[in-house]
């Protein structure tokens, strides 16, 4: 297997999240669908099946699954196993383009892995179903091997009844797997691309107005010697007639070039020189929590407001960006963290302290010093960053208002850090996968994670000691105990 560190660290997997939308050839035997879904849904909490959308003209049916890097790949190979077994593409008809049982397995990023690190998390996927399931397997996107192969239009070109010929040329040679045709299944595309989002502007406008607006932003812009202002972007305009409203309708094909609250700004500068009105938007799908984290911090600089909260994030960005204007925002369903449980808490957070506290005092190890060290630490960060809530808003501290915003913020990212150590240092869920002279990793990066995060305290302690509230003193001198 691929070595655990080409894409994983050595915290938790769970740290880590990718979403990956497999398209399996199958949208009208119920019993197939629910098969494939079973199987990869049996993987446990690793990964989690959040949406199966059948579409029976297609014969197809797409899955979207979310989890740790490890556990999406673990629940493909399982789906991938039952289509083996369940569908025959000599038998297949529909009116969707197609090559293979599973057609098409894109992943996507949502937080902690990087670009590069998806690549080799698809390709480790693509070698284990080249060599498990025994098929084969193309590499695509931002993980082909070849400029000419590319697309998902370039490889699928000819579809599943021009592979028999395709597959034997040296250049069609699949990348894992074997290099001749498999008829029952035909091939499988796979590989890591940005995530992508349909954001849609509503305007009180005509949708001649709303698409002028849309090819002045759209990177193609109204031809190659008028390119658009903004990059990774589709728009149109359209109309929403349910609404009485149009719509620029944009794809943002990569969020990390172009955000939405980038579009939703250039939409209403455009807006005001046609003196129409901007009345919300709507995001389309689940997304994930850091696509509003982004836009709510735009908002915060923008206007100079001080919010740490998540969840009071979100509510900002949902109003400044008008998400509820088409209906209920709901972040439970709609953000992705928030589905999946991420951010829920591990063994040690989810204890009540009685337990907690009985459970160190216990015949066991575990939990043990490393736990107690990160619980210490993570309530001295806990007792500075009350003690700057404490003074900040105050009437009476308003002059050192300013050096509040700046301290309490570090305090709670590493408060936050501190909390996740604290789990971390739990060697019944601390990672094993690599080890130094016969050691555990955890045994030495926990315990150095704790003091790099503590050490990362104190300027911000001191600062907080000589400003805050004086009421806070004593709270101030136990979390410094805590710390010690």
């Known amino acids: 297997q691929l070595p655990v560190t080409g894409y994983l660290p050595l915290a938790a997997a769970m740290a880590q999240l990718v979403v990956c939308a497999p398209n399996f050839s199958e949208g009208r035997r119920q019993d197939v669908i629910s098969a494939i879904s079973d199987a990869m849904s049996a993987v446990g909490s690793s990964c989690t099946l959040i949406d199966v959308n059948v579409n029976a003209e297609a014969n197809r049916t797409a899955y979207t699954l979310v989890g740790s890097p490890d556990g999406v790949v673990e629940a493909l190979l399982a789906g991938a196993k039952v289509a083996k077994s369940k569908i025959d593409m000599e038998l297949h008809t529909g009116t969707h383009p197609r090559m293979g049982a599973l057609d098409v397995c894109p992943f996507k990023p949502v937080k902690g892995i990087s670009l590069e690190g998806l690549v080799l998390c698809s390709r480790h996927f693509g070698r284990r179903l080249g060599d498990e399931v025994g098929v084969p397997v193309y590499m695509y996107e931002m993980s082909a091997t070849h400029d000419y192969r590319k697309t998902l239009a370039q490889i699928r070109d000819g579809q599943y009844e021009g592979l028999a010929e395709k597959i034997v040329t040296p250049e069609w040679k699949p990348d894992y797997g074997p290099a001749c045709f498999v008829p029952s299944w035909g091939a499988t595309v796979t590989g890591a691309r940005p995530y992508s989002v349909n954001f849609n502007v509503n305007l009180i406008a005509t949708k001649e107005q709303a698409n002028r607006i849309a090819l002045n932003i759209r990177e193609e812009g109204r031809s190659s010697t008028q390119p658009g ?7 149109q305009g359209r109309l929403h007639e349910e609404e009485r409203l149009v719509q620029i309708a944009t794809t943002i094909l990569d969020t990390s070039v172009t955000s939405i609250h980038e579009v939703y700004e250039e939409c209403l500068k455009d807006a005001k020189e046609l003196r129409v009105a901007v009345v919300g938007s709507h995001l389309e799908g689940i997304v994930p929590l850091g696509i509003l984290l982004a836009a709510a911090d735009y908002y915060i600089r923008k206007d100079d407001l001080f919010i740490s909260d998540e969840e009071q994030k979100v509510k900002l960005a949902v109003e400044r960006l008008g998400l509820d204007s088409l209906g209920k925002f709901d972040s439970k369903t709609r953000i992705l963290e928030n589905i999946v449980g991420q951010g829920s808490c591990g063994p040690i957070l989810s204890m009540q302290v009685r337990k907690f506290v009985e459970s160190i005092g216990g015949r066991s190890y575990n939990p043990g010093g490393m736990t107690v060290a990160a619980t210490s630490a993570a309530l001295g960060a806990a007792l500075g960053s009350m003690s700057g809530w404490m003074t900040f808003g105050l009437k009476k ?23 996740n150590l604290m789990d971390s240092s739990y060697q019944g869920t601390a990672s094993t996968s690599t080890s130094v002279s016969g050691i555990d990793s955890s045994e030495i990066q926990v315990p150095l994670q704790i003091m790099r995060t503590v050490n990362k305290c104190w300027a911000s302690l001191l600062e907080m000691a000589k400003l805050a509230n004086i009421a806070c003193k004593p709270d101030m001198q136990i979390g410094e105990i805590g710390r010690a």
């Open 397 to 419: 501290f308003q002059p050192v208002e300013g050096d509040m915003r700046q301290l309490i913020p570090p305090l709670l990212r590493s408060l936050e850090e501190l909390m």
């Open 229 to 235: 202002r903004l990059k990774a972007v589709k728009a």
